[in-house]
T-cell receptor, first 113, second 115 residues
Framework: DGGITQSPKYLFRKEGQNVTLSCEQNLNHDAMYWYRQDPGQGLRLIYYSQIVNDFQKGDIAEGYSVSREKKESFPLTVTSAQKNPTAFYLC????????????FGPGTRLTVL | GEDVEQSLFLSVREGDSSVINCTYTDSSSTYLYWYKQEPGAGLQLLTYIFSNMDMKQDQRLTVLLNKKDKHLSLRIADTQTGDSAIYFCAESGGAGGTSYGKLTFGQGTILTVHP
């Protein structure tokens, strides 16, 4: 089955800890994206990557970091510098051509205790 | 920058039609999308429309685009309780490269369908 997987589905973290969210796709897509979703605010773009070994900051990159060492994987690290990390995190991918459709994973809900 | 606006709530009775509205500001948008999100899940692509089209129909879904007013709507015919979800509209960046592949989302409309 082709698709996007995110793990874990639920994640709990103590304040001051870094945590890494996994995103894997087997759609052979070039581009991958990370969004944050808060109630009533829609989706906000954290980071995106158009190609392996390259990524750009989105609208709310502060306190987050990413890597893109493989085409299939785009992990997101939520660092202790992120002031309000409790949210629902969504990963997406697209074939990478201009204005192409994005397909989403099931999401990871991060809660800071 | 680009902005996409939606009303937050819509309540309909089962069997009626639902119309979810969206306005956007980027006149260079190329594609406009509708996504559905069920509780605790990711976003599911419902349909999309190219900016040079006025209407697109796909089974119970009809998308209308008024490019002059920058207004997009999604009509769901014969709405069912399973259609209860959050619906997001999104627009893709225009030409120029800096908006490559990026989508700007509205806040989402919570559709509640009553039996």
């Amino acid at each position: 089955d082709g698709g996007i997987t995110q793990s874990p589905k639920y994640l709990f973290r103590k304040e001051g800890q870094n945590v890494t969210l996994s995103c894997e796709q087997n759609l052979n897509h070039d581009a991958m994206y990370w969004y944050r979703q808060d109630p009533g605010q829609g989706l906000r773009l954290i980071y995106y990557s158009q190609i392996v070994n390259d990524f750009q900051k989105g609208d709310i990159a502060e306190g987050y970091s990413v890597s893109r060492e493989k085409k299939e994987s785009f992990p997101l690290t939520v660092t202790s510098a992120q002031k309000n990390p409790t949210a629902f995190y969504l990963c997406a991918s697209s074939s990478g051509r201009w204005s192409d459709t994005q397909y989403f994973g099931p999401g990871t809900r991060l809660t800071v205790l | 920058g680009e902005d996409v606006e939606q009303s937050l709530f819509l309540s309909v009775r089962e069997g009626d039609s639902s119309v979810i509205n969206c306005t956007y500001t980027d006149s260079s948008s190329t594609y406009l999308y509708w996504y559905k999100q069920e509780p605790g899940a990711g976003l599911q692509l419902l349909t999309y429309i190219f900016s040079n089209m006025d209407m697109k129909q796909d089974q119970r879904l009809t998308v209308l685009l008024n490019k002059k007013d920058k207004h997009l709507s999604l009509r769901i015919a014969d709405t069912q309780t399973g259609d209860s979800a959050i619906y997001f509209c999104a627009e893709s960046g225009g030409a120029g490269g800096t908006s490559y592949g990026k989508l700007t989302f509205g806040q989402g409309t919570i559709l509640t369908v009553h039996p």
